[in-house]
Each structure stands twice: as structure tokens, then as C-alpha cells.
């Protein structure tokens, strides 16, 4: 019986694109193309959710010829121009999980993409309750749903050789340190921790902590901050082996 080939990747998030990098966002797509499997981003693809600044990222994606995933970030949503983004990558063969699944076949095996964006709500001694104020209730449904999500996603893939989590808010605090504690609520929930504890994928990837830390697990899960500028480079490429065996950061 044939091994499981190993995957390779390259993640990153927070690109911000806008009309003064463009020539460095195709420039950095194009140049990771031959080196991985697929592309993963974990969400801010735009810098203020304007259609013009995701037409960038779909000209740097549109000539490449393996998959690009994504899931959207706060600063997509800011000029509430969802859908026209949303549409203007799905030209360009950029695949939105907001939230969703997929499973790609590459080489012959089954990789599958649990993404939701996440939303925020704090880890412990910041976490925002289902009490009081209406608006503040919903703000915590909106989390609700996203853990829910991401369970649904998790299940749809569960007999994938490889499983992985894309989101854009953290699911672990380990990676936001050298993020002021006082904003913490806002960068992500321990809530999203529980359906990879549950499911154990073999990768979680996020952004949105631009100075927070690269590295971080949820049990054993390895989880990372591939915020660009956390990593001080455009992309992380990454080769994962199988589910079993151990992982490999490449640069």
C-alpha cells in the first residue's frame, strides 16, 4: 500500500493589500507557487474591506495553478462590502470559507480545511458573558455560532489524512503574548479551542495578533500565528507529515 505523501503549505495572514504593495503581494505569490502544495490565509486580506484592495490579492492568485483557501478578517468586514469581496476571489479561484470546509485531493490524497473567521471573547480573567446588555449577548452568539461552525467543519472532514483549522481570531492565548493583556478579549476566544480539543486536527492557523507569538498548542494540537507581521516574512511554508507522524517548519 502506498505511504501518505507528505503535504507542504504556505500560510499566512494580515496581508493588508493596497494599491502601494501590489507589485510585492504578486510578486510573493508567485514566487511560493512552485515550492507547496496549497495556499492557506487566515483572514485581513484587504486592509479596510475595499473591493479595489481584494482585486490585489485576486491578481496575485488568479495565474496560480494550486489552491488558494482563505477565510475573511476583521478588516474585510470594515467597509461592510462582504459580498463583493467575497466574489471578486471566488473569480480568481481563491476558495472563502466564512465559515465552511473543503476537501482538496492533492497527489492522489485527501486534505481537509476546517475555516471560520472565529470572533472574540477572551480567554480567562478576560472573558466576555451571555449577560446583561443586548448588544453585548449578541456579540457573544456571534462567537456561539463561529464555535459551532467550526465544529460542523471539524466533523465534515474527520477522515481526512490530513485535517486543518483556519481562522483569522485566535483560539489560544499562548500566541497572543506580547499583545497588551487589556486587548486580549478582542483577539480571539478560548471558546474556538473546544471543537479542536474534540477533534484533535493536526494544524490550527491564525492571525489577526500582530504581536503576539508564532507558536502555540491547544493539547497537542500545534497551533500558529502566521500573521505576516509576526513572522516578518510574506509567507510560512510548512511540510506536514501524515497524521501520526511528527511536523516539519521548513521557514
Given at each position: 500500500?502506498?505511504?501518505?505523501p ?34 492557506l ?5 484587504t ?11 485576486a ?18 468586514w ?6 463583493e ?9 481563491i ?19 476546517a ?72 483577539l ?12 484533535e486536527?493536526?494544524?490550527?492557523l ?18 500558529h500565528?502566521?500573521s ?12 506536514l507529515e ?10
Open positions: 500500500m502506498p505511504e501518505t507528505r503535504l507542504r503549505l504556505a500560510a499566512a495572514g494580515d496581508v493588508h493589500c493596497r494599491p502601494a504593495i501590489r507589485e510585492q503581494v504578486v510578486a510573493a505569490f508567485a514566487a511560493v507557487e512552485d515550492e507547496v502544495d496549497m495556499i490565509l487566515a483572514g485581513d486580506l486592509t479596510h474591506g475595499e473591493p479595489e484592495q481584494a482585486e490585489i490579492l491578481d496575485a492568485c488568479r495565474p496560480l495553478k494550486i489552491p488558494v483557501l482563505t477565510v475573511l478578517g476583521n478588516h474585510d470594515h467597509a461592510d462590502r462582504r459580498d469581496i467575497v466574489a471578486i476571489l471566488e473569480d480568481a479561484r476558495q472563502v470559507l466564512d465559515p465552511g470546509h473543503r476537501v482538496i485531493e492533492v497527489r492522489g490524497t485527501e486534505v481537509g480545511v475555516g471560520v473567521k472565529g470572533f472574540v471573547g477572551g480567554f480567562p480573567g478576560s472573558h466576555l458573558t451571555d449577560f446583561g446588555e443586548p448588544l453585548l449577548r449578541e456579540v457573544y452568539a456571534a462567537t456561539h455560532h463561529e464555535v459551532d461552525a467550526l465544529d460542523a467543519g471539524l466533523r465534515e472532514i474527520a477522515t481526512c489524512p490530513f485535517r486543518i483549522v483556519l481562522l483569522h481570531y485566535s483560539p489560544a492565548q499562548q500566541t497572543l503574548e506580547g499583545e497588551p493583556p487589556g486587548i486580549w478579549t478582542f480571539g476566544s478560548d471558546r474556538l479551542a473546544a471543537p479542536i480539543r474534540e477533534h486536527p493536526d494544524l490550527v491564525h492571525g489577526h495578533a500582530h504581536a503576539g507569538r508564532f507558536r502555540g498548542e491547544i493539547g497537542n494540537v500545534p497551533v500565528n502566521v505576516v507581521p509576526v513572522m516578518g516574512q510574506d509567507f510560512w511554508i510548512h511540510e501524515p497524521r501520526g507522524a511528527a511536523t516539519a517548519g521548513l521557514h
